[in-house]
C-alpha cells in the first residue's frame, strides 16, 4: 500500500529556522511535491522533487532522500503569513494523481 | 482572473438532493483533478481527466458520484442522493500538460449536507 507521514503540528518563533519531515511508503514513486494551505484557501505548490537531493527556491528549501523514503521541507526566516499546514504528496508510477499526507499545521509566533 | 475557478463557493444540500459542482481550469491546461478534502485532513483524490478523458476515477467513493468533461475544459462533479458523509470541500486542480508537475487549485466548493 501507500503510506505517508508527517507530523501533525509544529510551533517556531519568527525568524526561525523550521524544517518538516515527510517519510513515504510507496511503490513505484515518481516525485514529491509539498504545498502550502492556509485555512480556508486551496493549496498552493511549493516543490517537486524527483531526485535526492535539495532543491532550494528563495526562503524555501525541500530535500529528498529516495532510498529513505524521507523528505523534508526546510523554511528560513520565517515570517508570520509562514503559519500554514504543509502537505506532503507523492506520486506513483505513471498516473497523474497524488497521494497527500495529512499535513502539518504550523504556527509562527512573535 | 486567469487562475482556477469553482461554483459554487459554498452549497447547502438536504441529504437525498442531488448537486453540481463547476471547475473552470486554467486555460489550456490539459490536466484536470478533482480532490475531496475534509476539515483537517489532506486531500483526497477523486478522479483525473485528460482533455475530456477519464483516465482515472479509482477515488470515487461510490457510483453516486460522476464527473465528466465534455469538451475538454470545463468540468463537474455530480454527486447524487447526497449523504452527510460528503460533507467536506471539494477541491479542483488543473495543469498545463501530461507529465507537468505543478497543479494549480481552485479555492474550492464547501458542501455541507444536512
Known amino acids: 500500500g501507500q503510506n505517508i507521514d508527517q507530523p501533525t503540528e509544529m510551533t517556531a518563533t519568527e525568524g526561525a529556522i523550521v524544517q518538516i519531515n515527510c517519510t513515504y511508503q510507496?511503490?513505484?514513486?515518481?516525485?514529491l511535491f509539498w504545498y502550502q494551505q492556509h485555512a480556508g484557501e486551496a493549496p498552493t505548490f511549493l516543490s517537486y522533487?524527483?531526485l535526492d537531493g535539495l532543491e532550494e527556491k528563495g526562503r524555501f528549501s525541500s530535500f529528498l532522500s529516495r532510498s529513505k523514503g524521507y523528505s523534508y521541507l526546510l523554511l528560513k526566516e520565517l515570517q508570520m503569513k509562514d503559519s500554514a499546514s504543509y502537505l506532503c504528496a507523492v506520486r506513483a508510477g505513471n498516473n497523474r494523481k497524488l497521494i497527500w499526507g495529512l499535513g502539518t499545521s504550523l504556527a509562527v509566533n512573535p | 482572473g486567469a487562475g482556477v475557478s469553482q461554483s459554487p463557493r459554498y452549497k447547502v444540500a438536504k441529504r437525498g438532493q442531488d448537486v453540481a459542482l463547476r471547475c473552470d481550469p486554467i486555460s489550456g491546461h490539459v490536466s484536470l483533478f478533482w480532490y475531496q478534502q475534509a476539515l483537517g485532513q489532506g486531500p483526497e483524490f477523486l478522479t483525473y481527466?485528460?482533455?475530456?478523458?477519464?483516465?482515472?476515477k479509482s477515488g470515487l467513493p461510490s457510483d453516486r458520484f460522476f464527473a465528466e468533461r465534455p469538451e475538454g475544459s470545463v468540468s463537474t462533479l455530480k454527486i447524487q442522493r447526497t449523504q452527510q458523509e460528503d460533507s467536506a470541500v471539494y477541491l479542483c486542480?488543473?495543469?498545463?500538460?501530461?507529465?507537468?508537475?505543478?497543479?494549480?487549485f481552485g479555492p474550492g466548493t464547501r458542501l455541507t449536507v444536512l
Open positions: 486542480a488543473s495543469s498545463l500538460g501530461r507529465g507537468d508537475n505543478e497543479q494549480f
Open positions: 481527466f485528460q482533455n475530456e478523458a477519464q483516465l482515472d
Open positions: 510507496t511503490s513505484g514513486f515518481n516525485g
Open positions: 522533487n524527483v
